[in-house]
């Protein structure tokens, strides 16, 4: 059986695989993060997103063995070890981003790949297609928006610079 | 999803090798639709080659040329600021396929393989006159598409680049599926000294075509009103549960005329 070597949240494994394990299989099943979730298990819904080499993807339309070498972050690599929360966590809670929270594992790591790739600025329009490959069915986005403007100032150490 | 052998050969000749010794195996690209394939047994590869490792990705523009390496994402296109001043239709139709992540997956050398009949890129080939450079040749637009899922390409043929001529103005427009984001109708105009062409992707049987009403109208004429009188048949039209051929062959004249507006 074929291995893969990952880091995930900053910890090297090697695992054992097969050729169609997926990474979020590999995530939750091999290593027991099952903050990743699997939503509609079809690209669509987002549940799944996770960082590898620095940029947010699909974990189930990932194979394990695409991820070999490579660096992946979880939802559950955001807080600090203290228990201290990511400022996009913090952000969802301020905001009440959040009801059943099964998608919100993936939004706060679309978020922060969104955040973090718009140094320049991110405006209401922005945030909104920025996640439009995550869905939720609870909260009609509205305070999930929020949040990620809110947490923007945080991350970037400045304040959002005006809308055009 | 059935389980497969996987590679991940470091030299292009290793992959076509990989490909061409086996004729159940199959390449994998960016993966975005060839894993839900997967997932939903409609294929059953003994073994699939990951092109991830053959260093084809990148982008080269010239005065004349955007050069696209075939593994290079729709996100790295979308956000190329050398494609956005050299063709920024092509830049923009890049943005707008699926979603974020996956654009950040998803390559041009996938989908210009797969040619899916709602797939954006075909378009862009096609409506700029592009050529596919494979492992082992180059191949004119005009004569790559050869169908729904249907191409030119070889068994074991792999595409290394896509080379596109820069126009002189050029619009991609769709119509999106608001669940798939796939084109229920795509069109993109390029004008050329040489002429106008437009290619229309999601709405045909046969994939992505060239309108020629609409090409010899706007190269007499590069403006909304000259293609007003000018109507799509719906014969070879797809109908489904999103629109019906009618449906379609309308909405080809209003991306169509979108598509000028905004060259």
Redesign the interface.
């Given at each position: 059986m074929?291995s893969v070597t990952l880091t995930v949240n900053g910890k090297t494994h090697t695992v054992e695989v097969?050729?169609?394990t997926?990474l979020v299989e590999l995530l939750r099943e091999k290593l027991g993060l099952t903050g990743t979730h699997v939503g509609c298990?079809?690209?669509?819904c987002?549940a799944c997103?996770v960082h590898l080499n620095g940029?947010?993807?699909?974990s189930c339309?990932?194979?394990a063995?695409?991820a070999?070498g490579a660096s992946v972050v979880t939802i559950e690599g955001l807080a600090a070890a203290d228990g201290t929360l990511h400022p996009m966590q913090e952000a969802f809670r301020e905001n009440h981003a959040l009801q059943c929270g099964f998608c919100t594992p993936g939004m706060v790591m679309?978020a922060i790949?969104?955040v973090m790739s718009h140094p320049q600025g991110l405006s209401e329009s922005d945030i909104r297609h920025?996640?439009?490959?995550n869905l939720c069915r609870c909260t009609g986005y509205h305070n999930i928006v929020k949040a990620v403007a809110a947490a923007w100032p945080v991350m970037h150490g400045r304040e959002l610079a005006p809308a055009e | 999803?059935?389980?497969?052998?996987?590679e991940?050969p470091t030299a292009l000749a290793a992959a076509v090798s990989a490909l061409t010794t086996d004729d159940e195996a199959k390449a994998?690209a960016g993966?975005?639709t060839f894993?839900?394939v997967?997932?939903q047994r409609l294929n059953k590869p003994t073994k699939?080659v990951?092109l991830?490792s053959l260093g084809l990705s990148g982008i080269t523009v010239t005065p004349s040329t955007v050069t696209i390496g075939a593994m290079t994402t729709h996100?790295d296109v979308a956000n190329s600021v050398d494609v956005q001043k050299a063709i920024p239709a092509l830049a923009n139709l890049a943005s707008m396929i699926?979603?974020?992540?996956?654009r950040?997956?998803g390559t041009i050398g996938g989908s210009l393989a797969n040619n899916d009949p709602s797939a954006c890129y075909p378009s862009a080939l096609l409506a700029l006159g592009g050529t596919v450079t494979t492992d082992r040749r180059t191949i004119a637009a005009d004569d790559y598409f050869q169908g729904m899922f249907t191409t030119a390409l070889e068994p074991g043929e792999i595409i290394t680049s896509v080379t596109f001529p820069v126009p002189e103005r050029a619009a991609y427009q769709k119509f999106r599926n608001p669940?798939?984001?796939y084109a229920m109708v795509g069109v993109f105009v390029a004008k050329f000294a040489s002429g106008v062409r437009v290619a229309i992707t999601g709405a045909a049987q046969g994939g992505v075509f060239r309108h020629a009403a609409f090409e010899a109208a706007l190269s007499a004429n590069f403006l909304v009103d000259a293609i007003a009188g000018i109507t799509t048949p719906a014969d070879d039209l797809n109908s489904d549960i999103h629109a019906s051929a009618a449906y379609r062959a309308h909405l080809i004249g209003v991306m169509t005329k979108r598509a000028i507006a905004a060259a």
């Open positions: 074929p097969e050729g169609r997926l298990d079809t690209s669509q987002g997103v940029t947010s993807v699909k339309t990932t194979l063995l695409q070999d679309s790949d969104l920025g996640l439009e490959g | 999803m059935y389980d497969f052998a996987y991940k994998l993966g975005q894993i839900p997967l997932k699939v990951d991830s996100g699926g979603d974020w992540q996956v950040h997956r669940a798939s984001r």
